[in-house]
């Protein structure tokens, strides 16, 4: 595709709801990173994808959070459980090879999740 | 540990005026350094990057960056303000081994016309 999607933009969930959210990176990229964005801050690192292989997931900041790419493509998010303190904006990027350090990450528009 | 710090959470300029957006960065290796612009309900968008060679950096709609090691800074500029430039500005390090991007908290450029 033109760039990287995600879906839904915004999601409202109550405390304790499961949600997932997806990811669809720019076609044929092969690494994949997930951030989250809380209110006023830099994004931070959650996990990294190259192709369907999870090779860090270091970010994620409790065992509610799962991310999967099993196709090497599409990747989804999924929160089990929300608290509050999940509230934040989701961001996903994809960069073409590698994920290396030389390479540009392009970034989807964010998935903004409340939780009430 | 890398870290970045922005100073100044909130930056005000006249149109027309130049554009300072502050950036130090800590980190026991070689950096790679970014400016990213993240506009309203948008995802982020790279300005410039510094990875090897010439430490002044230039990017898009006429930003640019100067890599300072022995002051270890990543200052971005931009000689003259214009409306549109008015968005959050995070500044970013890379490991040199791996691929995990650590970003600043941000600057909030407001541009008065």
């Known amino acids: 595709g033109a760039g990287v999607s995600q879906s839904p933009r915004y999601k409202v969930a109550k405390r304790g709801q499961d949600v997932a959210l997806r990811c669809d990176p720019i076609s044929g990229h092969v690494s994949l990173f997930w951030y989250q964005q809380a209110l006023g801050q830099g994004p931070e690192f959650l996990t990294y994808f190259q192709n369907e292989a999870q090779l860090d997931k270091s970010g994620l900041p409790s065992d509610r959070f799962f991310a999967e790419r099993p196709e090497g493509s599409v990747s989804t998010l999924k929160i089990q459980r929300t608290q509050q303190e999940d509230s934040a904006v989701y961001l996903c990027?994809?960069?073409?090879?590698?994920?290396?350090?030389?390479?540009?990450?392009?970034f989807g528009p964010g998935t903004r999740l409340l939780v009430l | 540990a890398q870290s970045v710090t922005q100073l100044g959470s909130h930056v005000s300029v006249s149109e027309g005026a130049l554009v300072l957006l502050r950036c130090n960065y800590s980190?026991?290796?070689?950096?790679?350094l970014f400016w990213y612009v993240q506009y309203p309900n948008q995802g982020l968008q790279l300005l410039l990057k510094y990875t090897t060679g010439a430490t002044l950096v230039k990017g898009i709609n006429g930003f640019e960056a100067e890599f300072k090691k022995s002051e270890t800074s990543f200052h971005l500029t931009k000689p003259s303000a214009h409306m549109s430039d008015a968005a959050e500005y995070f500044c970013a390090v890379r490991e040199t081994s791996y691929d995990k991007v650590i970003f600043g908290p941000g600057t909030s450029l407001s541009v008065i016309p």
């Open positions: 980190s026991s290796v070689p950096p790679y």
């Open positions: 990027a994809s960069s073409s090879l590698g994920g290396g350090a030389q390479e540009t990450q392009y």
